[in-house]
């Protein structure tokens, strides 16, 4: 069956969510490493995307486990998202490709709820995708399946007639499992990227 709609995840495939860049940016370097482990991967993170707390609520509870020193920068890391998360735009000539060739653009993505101000306004040719599943609106976090069939329940979408784009090996493995064609995206490499959609017959 053809491919008929794309689906993008949003940090590290839409927006730049750098881990390490974020770091570096914001925090001295002795802090990396119990910054790290209190926000990006910590339970309050979770509960972000999972819609259990608001973005304001969870870096409250981040900063507890943080010397006061580094309260600004770690705010500003994760809250400042124009600054800190920019749209990749090498990926805008890929959706305008896309879009003028015919196919159905969604986004899917693990994120708090202040994704719906920052998409489609913030991100080149955002205006071009037809819908949007965020994970804080259902409590429900990739890889979990049922998310995905959220999506395809949602916008009436076939999974075979889907092709998918994410960083987390996880979520992909996830997509494939329920019918999608998908691709990982983590080493951000464009050529691959089409090379892959091509084998499975999009136009790009």
Known sequence: MAIKNIVFDLG????????ERMLRDNIPQEFHKAVSAATFHS???KMMDSGELEVEEAVDKMLEKLPEEIHQGVRSMIV????????LKEMT??????????????????????????????????????GLIVSADYGIIKPDERIYKILFDTYNLKAE???????????IEAALKLGMSAHCFKDRDYDRLKADMISCGIRI
Request: hydrophobic share 35%; glycine share 6%; with cysteine.
């Open 161 to 171: 007639e889907c092709f998918f784009i994410d960083d987390s090996p996880a979520n």
């Open 93 to 130: 000539a890929v959706i305008d490709t896309l879009y003028n060739n015919g196919y159905t653009l969604y986004v899917l993505s693990n994120c708090a709820k202040w994704l719906h101000g920052y998409l489609p306004e913030k991100v080149p040719s955002g205006k071009k995708f037809s």
């Open 80 to 87: 400042d998202r124009e600054v800190q998360m920019p749209p």
């Open 43 to 45: 339970e309050e993170w």
């Open 12 to 19: 590290g495939v839409l927006i730049d969510f750098n881990e």
